[in-house]
């Protein structure tokens, strides 16, 4: 029996089921196999600060090439040649590409602002912007990411990473036992 055009459904990919999540031990296994690709074949770990650094350097470079080539952390990024075809533009991008195919693939891609009962859609935007510049602030001044220093440090068993990421988990904890109420 041959179907007509008005009985076949058109799923939009917002109203796709949601999947289930995946186990989070496979999942850092996964992250970890990614982590020692990385290594093997780039001799690089993961981290994202340098992304942001290279896309500067390259603004930089557009307004004002001698000034760009004079300073010298924009020069760091435009010694090897264009600094957005280098590893960590590429990585972020991938990770953006990724995550967004990802998150289609499991029903789970819609816009929207998540907050609690209590915070406005302004405000959560608000906290979450200021957030992150405090966040980029941090990883500028400790000369990377919490990718960078969490996993790329911790494979290599360096001391401060895993005091670090100690350090990361209790607060999260804490943080997380201190404000759940504004979520649920």
């Not at 459904?9 to 996964?30: D, F, K």
């Not at 957005?84 to 499991?106: Q, R």
């Amino acid at each position: 029996m041959a179907t007509s055009i008005a009985d076949r459904r058109v799923v939009h990919p917002v109203e796709r089921p949601a999947q289930p999540y995946w186990n989070p031990y496979l999942a850092g296994v996964a992250l970890g196999l990614v982590l020692l690709g990385g290594y093997l074949l780039l001799g690089r770990g993961l981290g994202a600060t340098g992304a942001f650094s290279a896309l500067a350097a390259w603004v930089a470079s557009l307004v004002s090439p001698e000034s760009a080539a004079a300073n010298p952390v924009h020069a760091r990024y435009l010694d090897h040649g264009p600094p957005l075809l280098d590893y960590v533009p590429i990585l972020v991008l991938g990770t953006l590409i990724g995550g967004g195919v990802s998150a289609w693939l499991a029903g789970r891609m819609r816009l929207g602002v998540e907050s609690g009962p209590g915070v406005s859609r302004g405000a959560r935007l608000a906290l979450a912007f200021a957030g992150g510049i405090l966040a980029a602030i941090g990883a500028k001044i400790a000369l990377g990411c919490t990718s960078g220093q969490a996993l790329s440090g911790a494979a290599v068993l360096n001391a401060g990473s895993l005091v670090f990421m100690g350090a990361v988990f209790a607060s999260g904890y804490l943080v997380a036992f201190l404000f759940r109420k504004e979520w649920l």
